[in-house]
């Protein structure tokens, strides 16, 4: 019931709010230990399924033009 609470949600705000980044980031304690590591997760993970989908999140951050490779986040 929990997961298809959490996906309602997700999709009513995406429904809401077509400005929503398309790209999920989903829970993973590897994703947690970036904390530990003091480091970015493709620093150290770059071809793990989560490291795959943090290059995906930028990727589609650069496609809107939030930021390019040399800027923070607007």
């Known amino acids: 019931r929990r997961k298809s609470l959490h996906r309602d949600v997700i999709e009513a705000t995406r429904a809401s709010f077509p400005q929503v980044l398309a790209v999920e980031v989903p829970y993973s ?3 947690e230990r970036v904390a530990l590591r003091r480091a970015p997760l493709n620093a150290y993970a770059p071809r793990t399924e989560q490291g795959r989908v943090y ?4 990727t589609e951050i650069r496609s809107r033009g939030l930021c390019t ?6």
């Open 55 to 58: 290059e995906a999140l930028w």
């Open 29 to 31: 304690s590897e994703i």
């Open 69 to 74: 490779d040399t800027d923070t986040i607007r």
